[in-house]
T-cell receptor, first 113, second 118 residues
Framework: SQQGEEDPQALSIQEGENATMNCSYKTSINNLQWYRQNSGRGLVHLILIRSNEREKHSGRLRVTLDTSKKSSSLLITASRAADTASYFC?????????????FGKGTKLSVKP | NAGVTQTPKFQVLKTGQSMTLQCAQD?????MSWYRQDPGMGLRLIHY???????DQGEVPNGYNVSRSTTEDFPLRLLSAAPSQTSVYFC?????????????????FGQGTRLTVV
């Protein structure tokens, strides 16, 4: 069963704007990760945030985690056409499944030049 | 390093045929997994392995078989292909976190195998 659930399913913005994607999950976690998938390609890891962290930055990416609400958000600032891709959150299963990653259904981001 | 290599990239099978999807990694990762990706469903875990000789089932294991005889290779076998197995298949590997660190490490993905069963 899906652990993470991204919102919105699709997002279309203009170049230069910020893009925010949200992820909600169901059970307690050790950490949450975000991945990007370009069309026809494999997933690429973007950022990992541990359960005891509230915010993390990597370049133009900012990730927040609220364990009390079981939710995370990914913010891409000053978006570029090259950011067009699908974005997935992935959570582990604390104490189960050997720490396997469970992926949500993804947010499809389209950045128009 | 090549990372995670999947072959073939594309495959068309007839219903009832069997085949093996190959996955190899050169990063000496302990953990390897197979996912399938279907439109609107995200990625679903089929089988996984935490080391050579050790495999276990994921969320959707029926119709698939795996083995892990070496650290590097983790093939996925379709026993008798069905149209419902039409999907894009991804292999991923992860390294083991240092002892005592409760963390699920980042996954490295292959480029995928697009399988069509007719």
């Amino acid at each position: 069963s899906q652990q993470g659930e991204e919102d919105p399913q699709a997002l279309s913005i203009q170049e230069g704007e910020n893009a925010t994607m949200n992820c909600s999950y169901k059970t307690s976690i050790n950490n949450l990760q975000w991945y990007r998938q370009n069309s026809g390609r494999g997933l690429v890891h973007l950022i990992l945030i541990r359960s005891n962290e509230r915010e993390k930055h990597s370049g133009r990416l900012r990730v927040t985690l609220d364990t009390s609400k079981k939710s995370s958000s990914l913010l891409i600032t000053a978006s570029r056409a090259a950011d067009t891709a699908s974005y997935f959150c992935a959570t582990d299963t604390d104490g189960g499944s050997q720490g396997n990653l469970i992926f949500g259904k993804g947010t499809k981001l389209s950045v128009k030049p | 390093n090549a990372g995670v290599t999947q072959t073939p990239k594309f495959q068309v099978l007839k219903t009832g045929q069997s085949m093996t999807l190959q996955c190899a990694q050169d990063m000496n990762h302990e953990y390897m997994s197979w996912y399938r990706q279907d439109p609107g469903m995200g990625l679903r875990l089929i089988h996984y392995s935490v080391g050579a000789g050790i495999t276990d089932q994921g969320e959707v294991p029926n119709g698939y078989n795996v083995s892990r005889s070496t650290t590097e290779d983790f093939p996925l076998r379709l026993l008798s292909a069905a149209p419902s197995q039409t999907s894009v298949y991804f292999c991923a590997s992860r390294y083991e976190a240092p002892y005592g660190i409760a963390i699920t490490t980042e996954a490295f993905f292959g480029q995928g195998t697009r399988l069509t069963v007719v």
